[in-house]
């Protein structure tokens, strides 16, 4: 994994981290799985409403843009005034959100486009 790739998914488990403890969720559970075509954010947290899981779907399932990674996040989000869930949208190619029993599950696919050479 490159260098870029690291400080992206980093990126992307500090505002993941920071949107649920601030929506009152205390115990949430974030796995990242690093496959040679995408990684894969797994967040699992106590049952969350149906309102947040929509507010979820709304600001993450959106278009991956590439200048975003290039030029920087942190400009992007202070020019434009999105929030920054909206802008881990534009980090991930697909969101997923699934509830089972007492658990909802949360999937973020990011597809590889960096790749250390070998």
């Known amino acids: 994994m490159s260098n870029q790739e690291i400080r992206i998914v980093t990126k992307i488990v500090n505002e993941l981290?920071?949107?649920f403890l601030l929506h009152g969720h205390k115990k949430i559970k974030i796995e990242t799985y690093h496959e040679d075509e995408a990684?894969?954010?797994?967040?699992t947290v106590e049952k969350m409403s149906t309102t947040l899981a929509a507010t979820i779907k709304k600001k993450v399932d959106r278009e991956r843009w590439?200048?975003?990674e290039t030029y920087g996040w942190e400009l992007i989000g202070d020019i434009?005034?999105?929030s920054e869930l909206e802008i881990v949208g534009h980090l991930i190619d697909e969101v997923h959100i699934k509830h089972d029993g007492a658990k909802s599950v949360v999937t973020l696919v990011r597809k590889n486009r960096y790749r250390k050479k070998k």
Do not use: A, G, N, Y
């Open 39 to 43: 990684t894969l954010f797994v967040i």
């Open 66 to 68: 590439l200048e975003i």
């Open 80 to 82: 434009d005034s999105k």
């Open 17 to 19: 981290t920071h949107f």
